[in-house]
């Protein structure tokens, strides 16, 4: 049974800080495509970063681009997502997923297969 478990969520002022973590069990985590996503009351779940297996790419999003970084520790079966000068519109509740056949480059909903229950990130203005 694969199982994601985030942590890391929480309440910060715009410009703080946050950096979420995943950890996965049930599966061969060196293999997976890997990635964070948000979603909002109303609105679809959206992209904010995925990593290739190995770490060495990532695909971020608009967004996201120039203040997350998304890194993985293959070891520890964990991924991270630092995120760094947050704003309000960054307040929603992000999921951690997980998918064997790629999906990295695009991340993209449809294309993960396990998710975690997620976590609730608050910026507050």
């Known amino acids: 049974q694969v199982l994601l478990v985030e942590s890391g969520g929480g309440l910060v002022q715009a410009g703080g800080s946050l950096n979420l973590s995943c950890t996965a069990s049930?599966?061969?985590?060196?293999?997976?495509?890997m990635g964070w996503f948000r979603q909002t009351p109303g609105k679809e779940r959206e992209g904010v970063s995925c990593?290739?297996?190995?770490?060495?790419?990532?695909h971020y999003s608009s967004a996201a681009d120039g203040r997350f970084t998304i890194t993985r520790d293959n070891a520890k079966n964990t991924v991270y997502l630092q995120m760094n000068s947050l704003k309000p519109e960054d307040t929603a509740i992000y999921y951690c997923?997980?998918?064997?056949?790629?999906?990295?480059?695009?991340?993209?909903?449809?294309?993960?297969?396990?998710w975690g229950q997620g976590t609730q990130v608050t910026v507050s203005s």
């Open positions: 049930g599966l061969h985590f060196s293999v997976y495509s």
């Open positions: 997923a997980a998918n064997l056949a790629g999906g990295w480059n695009t991340c993209r909903r449809d294309g993960f297969e396990f």
């Open positions: 990593t290739a297996p190995s770490g060495m790419s990532a």
